[in-house]
């Protein structure tokens, strides 16, 4: 395939592919046709055809069913589909931090968090820094600890607020004071409610609604101890919410962080905390030796400064 020449290209193990053309492919996805596709990027249909004749040429495998009246992606075309979105989102980013290398500071800043009582810290964080930079915006970014991390390391979240156990060797990391207490998601009118706290031994026998993550399942298995191997799992889950919604519906008992279950509807979901109590420290964390834009520099400088001035 003869390139456009143009810096925006992409390459990887011996296959180029220009952001162009990614950008070509994505559209006639969204619009399940070549036709429309054509109409929306301005282009001829033939040079778009042309062009993803190509790009399948170059990558070696069949992108499209091509059907009567719309086309549908293959499986190699869905995984394409995937990473282009990563891609030109990364590069969209990357334009934006560029311009935003002048004096004004300006841009966005994307904020990674689970549904955590740390990310309480954030308005007061985000309100003095908006007095100084009313041009900065903010994107939050809610998952686990782990795709968190996962996005940070692509370039495509900026700051993470990441629940420990997590592993933070790639990152430059400030850990703050604030605990993370685990309790247990509950129907107000299930047998459990009635007690202050949970033991182990009242989560036997019952079915049971854990994290997706691994590292916080072998938390919760030193915590039960011997009772783990009695441990009746139904459900992972990797938010709270969703596990929540299992909750309410009968199919039994979330154990998760408190993070913003204080929040919600006390008459459809209630809580207890874990007895021994377990708790989970938090880091804010963002990738060593990577580029920042100017927002984020002097975002993170701010979050340091308020940090040393609070107890949070």
Request: proline share 4%; aromatic share 8%; with cysteine.
């Amino acid at each position: 395939m003869c390139l456009w020449q143009s810096p925006q290209v992409v390459e990887r193990h011996g296959i180029e592919m220009e952001i162009r053309v990614l950008r070509y492919f994505l559209t006639v996805v969204r619009e399940q046709g070549i036709n429309r596709a054509a109409e929306v990027l301005h282009i001829t249909q033939p040079t778009l055809s042309r062009q993803l004749l190509q790009l399948e040429e170059e990558v070696g495998v069949k992108l499209f069913h091509r059907g009567a009246r719309k086309i549908t992606l293959t499986n190699e075309g869905i995984l394409l589909r995937r990473r282009a979105e990563e891609i030109l989102s990364l590069v969209d980013k990357t334009e934006k931090e560029l311009a935003e290398q002048e004096e004004l500071v300006e841009g966005r800043i994307v904020i990674g968090s689970g549904e955590l009582a740390a990310v309480q810290c954030l308005p007061k964080i985000i309100e003095s820094f908006h007095k100084k930079y009313p041009l900065v915006s903010y994107d939050i970014f809610t998952a686990t600890a782990d795709l968190v991390k996962e996005q940070i390391e692509k370039g495509l979240v900026d700051i993470g607020l990441l629940l420990e156990p997590v592993d933070i060797e790639k990152f430059d990391f400030i850990r703050l004071g604030q605990k993370e207490r685990w309790v247990v998601l509950m129907r107000p009118d299930s047998p459990l409610a009635r007690k202050e706290v949970i033991c182990a031994q009242d989560l036997t026998g019952v079915s049971l609604i854990l994290p997706r993550r691994l590292n916080v399942q072998n938390e919760l298995s030193n915590w039960f101890g011997e009772l783990f191997q009695d441990v009746q799992i139904l459900f992972t889950s990797n938010l709270s919410t969703n596990s929540a919604i299992m909750v309410q519906g009968g199919l039994g008992y979330s154990v998760t962080i408190e993070g913003a279950v204080p929040f919600w509807d006390k008459e459809k979901i209630v809580y207890r905390p874990l007895y021994p109590e377990l708790t989970a420290s938090c880091v804010l964390a963002w990738k060593k030796q990577q580029p920042l834009s100017l927002a984020v520099s002097k975002f993170l400088e701010h979050i340091k400064c308020f940090l040393s001035i609070s107890d949070i």
